[in-house]
């Protein structure tokens, strides 16, 4: 797929984050990854289709360890190291890889 990989956040902590994805999905530490804000959902006038607008980008974090021991309950941890996640909700926000594994 020529789409970025995607994932949720799935808990928040001050600097600290939780992330859906792990061994199975290629996930190191050291990986990188953007957090950004989900984009809003407009319907195109011309085409009638529902187009999803891009995000804002507010940090990019870093996998620190993984867990889980199979497919349905693997993670990662992840630390802010740049911009930040103040005030942000998890579930508003989306983690994206843009780069090769």
């Not at 808990?11 to 050291?30: D, H, M, S, V």
């Not at 740049?82 to 579930?91: D, H, N, V």
């Amino acid at each position: 797929s020529s789409r970025p990989w995607q994932t949720s956040i799935l808990k928040l902590e001050g600097n600290q984050l939780f992330l859906g994805g792990g061994r199975a999905q290629g996930i190191k530490p050291g990986m990188e990854f953007s957090v950004l804000t989900q984009g809003e959902q407009v319907k195109s006038a011309q085409t009638g289709a529902v187009v999803t607008l891009p995000g804002r980008k507010l940090a990019t974090v870093r996998v620190d360890s993984l867990f889980g021991d199979n497919d349905l309950n693997e993670g990662s941890t992840a630390s802010v190291v740049s911009g930040s996640l103040a005030g942000q909700q998890a579930g508003q926000l989306v983690v994206r890889f843009e780069g090769a594994k």
